[in-house]
């Protein structure tokens, strides 16, 4: 019973370590693209631009979604599109008008 416990110990700070070092590195490039937006909003964003932000906004935000409810990525599948594509009108439309 210990022996078990002690793999699944393991096996969750793997999982731990694994998730700190993609959040650093994502936070890392990050501050490397900071100087890099600021040029890209300065002159404001149209309805193109705000589309292909909001796309990838969507698509990250809905894989962690996924992956935190363990099996969203088969079996609710039908619920996750509706919610891409709803997340995606409204980061699209809020982006454009913001900027």
Known sequence: MGEIDQKQKNESRKIMLGMMAIVLLVLIAGFFMLP????????????????IIAFFVTAILL???????????????????AGFFLFYLIFWLMIAWVF
């Open 36 to 51: 890099a937006l600021g040029t890209v909003f300065a002159p404001g964003l149209g309805l193109k631009d705000a589309a």
């Open 63 to 81: 894989i962690i979604f996924a992956v935190a409810a363990g099996d969203g990525l088969l079996g609710e599948l039908q619920y996750m599109l």
